[in-house]
């Protein structure tokens, strides 16, 4: 399984973006400009199976996550799929992908899927001059206690406000792809994400500092280390593979990891 942490900003694509034949490039800026913090998610209803695939290589060396097509994913190496409506179950897409971590797209409280690994949940915001759902779909989705996207109207203006309702990141299209300075956008919106708190907790009996919601598939990625070959204890209960996406980190938490090395 990849241990990827989920990126907390998201340049997501439509038809409109792809059409006008700047995604690479915009994204290698962007990218350069978000470094870990940053991911492409493409979205396209137009793109041959060829023509998606094709986009998603020249997106080496960025995170990217693929819209409903696991097998794109897993081809190119996407470390994410994006799971709209009308996709495929999240058992049969982990059947396709089983690398990659699962978003699942939530327009309203009832769409929360809980099989999901997290949620890109909106539109949060005033959109196109209709209502958005509003900051309760967040703070909905974040009591499921897997990271939340807020996507929707969202701004570096307001960035703010969804993190404060729950949400892990954020994603925009037009914000990001149509903006005059694509690097200064990323850099702005960064600016207006709170900064992930620490918290102490204690690992292997020594005293660590980790970022406060942080799962501990994230927490075993910054330290190196493939879940394939560990077994987490949190808090004296022992963690299986498929819940490490999903289990948070707290002020005082007591973990003991278990790291396997191989040899012959």
Not at 137 to 147: D, F, M, R, V
Not at 179 to 190: E, S, W, Y
Not at 253 to 262: N, P, Q, S, T, W
């Amino acid at each position: 399984m990849i241990a990827a942490a989920l990126p907390r900003l998201w340049a997501l694509t439509d038809d409109r973006v792809i059409a006008e034949g700047r995604v690479a490039d915009r994204a290698r800026l962007m990218a350069d400009a978000g470094r870990a913090e940053f991911a492409v998610g493409l979205r396209s209803t137009a793109l041959t199976d060829r023509a998606l695939m094709a986009l998603a290589s020249q997106l080496g060396g960025i995170q990217v996550g693929i819209s409903g097509r696991a097998d794109i994913a897993r081809a190119a190496g996407a470390a994410f799929v994006l799971k709209g409506r009308g996709a495929l179950p999240v058992a049969d897409l982990r059947n396709v992908a089983p690398s990659a971590v699962v978003i699942a797209s939530a327009h309203d409280a009832a769409e929360l899927d809980q099989d999901a690994d997290a949620f890109l949940a909106g539109a949060i915001f005033e959109k196109d001059g209709g209502p958005g759902a509003g900051l309760g779909l967040i703070e909905a989705a974040a009591k499921t206690g897997k990271p939340v996207i807020a996507v929707g109207g969202v701004t570096p203006s307001n960035a703010a406000r969804a993190i404060a309702a729950g949400a892990w990141g954020v994603a925009a299209i037009r914000a990001l792809w149509d903006a005059a300075d694509p690097p200064a956008a990323v850099r702005a919106f960064l600016q207006a994400l709170p900064a992930a708190a620490a918290v102490s907790v204690t690992i292997n009996g020594q005293p660590k500092r980790a970022t406060a919601s942080a799962t501990l598939e994230q927490l075993l990625a910054q330290l190196s280390l493939d879940p394939r070959a560990v077994v987490v204890e949190h808090n004296r209960e022992i963690v299986r593979r498929e819940q490490l996406a999903a289990r948070r980190i707290a002020e005082g938490d007591a973990l003991e990891i278990v790291h396997f090395v191989g040899g012959g």
